[in-house]
């Protein structure tokens, strides 16, 4: 029996249809459609890339050079994104049995840590330009950091809606919100060029802009962080979804208890259920699966019982 199990699934290996749910045509339409909306903002985000470059070259702006840079990071994090979207959407196989959901997890967690590592470069190219000051053409820069705003704005408008339910497009989303702002100090420190002729404003303008992603890239790493390292979601209190579940009839105790983000959204418990009740057990994890869902958002559940004599030895409520 064992053996005709092991061919079946080593025959299921490349065949994730067996595992996943029925395909919803009507989600599958509207993830598409994002799928278009990243493709075109990254079309935009590169053709903008070069124009700044070449208008930073021109006009001798390391600010301008700066939001070039940033944004070609912009194109390049949509890129990640946008694979990762529909990696995510692969089922569950053989092979990947949780199916590929962190896959947008971890282009957040690629994303965030490339924009940590631009804004540590930037910071260094300011002190440098800080250090010994060079000429800026501030029409130059006014212009093209103009553009650039309207093109961010635009990117951004494309993937906000997107950004509100997934880690992923949130960290792309933050990649074009913090240049569109960034484009806004450029053009600032342009006009102060044109009227007051202060140079210092450009490299000290590439230091805000560093500052300023670097916080953040912060913010958006910790709860990247959490999921893949296992964390309980921060807005769920294990201490009273356990008293909730001790509560139930027949219910003795709980140990081995673990709380963690399946993915992005959904949330997983996994836990021994100590009873009195080994006849009700049916009726029992059924009410235990409501409480968990209706009060607690937890969809998955893995719960095993256990009677008195049967109890681990010295275990730990939570974890192992």
């Not at 949509?78 to 199916?99: E, K, Y």
Request: with cysteine; glycine share 6%; proline share 3%.
């Amino acid at each position: 029996m064992a053996r005709k199990a092991s061919t079946q699934l080593a025959n299921l290996r490349g065949a994730p249809h067996v595992f996943g749910m029925p395909h919803d045509h009507s989600h599958d339409h509207i993830e598409e459609a994002g799928d278009r909306r990243v493709a075109l903002a990254i079309l935009v985000n590169l053709a903008l890339t070069v124009a700044q470059i070449i208008g930073g070259v021109f006009a001798g702006s390391l600010a301008l050079i700066a939001d070039a840079i940033h944004n070609l990071s912009d194109a390049l994090s949509l890129v990640i994104a946008f694979f990762a979207r529909r990696i995510s959407r692969r089922p569950a196989n053989a092979d990947m049995t949780f199916g590929y959901g962190r896959a947008e997890v971890v282009a957040a967690l690629v994303n965030y840590t490339t924009l940590i590592v631009i804004a540590l470069y930037l910071m260094a190219e300011g002190v440098q330009r800080l250090l010994s000051p060079s000429e800026v053409e501030g029409w130059t820069v006014v212009i093209v950091a103009g553009i650039a705003l309207i093109v961010d704005a635009v990117t951004a408008l494309l993937i906000f809606g997107m950004s509100k339910s997934s880690m992923n497009m949130r960290a792309a989303f933050l990649h074009n919100l913090t240049d569109a702002m960034a484009s806004v100090a450029v053009i600032v420190s342009g006009i102060a060029v044109l009227l007051y002729d202060w140079r210092l404003v450009d490299p000290l303008v590439t230091l805000g802009i560093s500052g300023y992603i670097l916080w953040h890239a912060a913010m958006g790493l910790k709860p990247v962080i959490r999921v893949l390292m296992l964390a309980a979601p921060e807005d769920v209190d294990l201490a009273d979804v356990i008293a909730d579940l001790e509560a139930v009839n027949g219910v003795e105790s709980l140990h081995h208890v673990h709380l963690w983000h399946m993915g992005e959204k959904d949330i997983s418990l996994q836990a021994h259920v100590v009873t009195s009740s080994p006849e009700g057990a049916h009726s029992m994890k059924r009410d235990l699966r409501a409480i968990l869902e209706e009060r607690h958002g937890i969809t998955h559940s893995v719960l095993e019982l256990e009677t008195a004599p049967d109890v681990c030895a010295d275990a730990r409520v939570v974890g192992h």
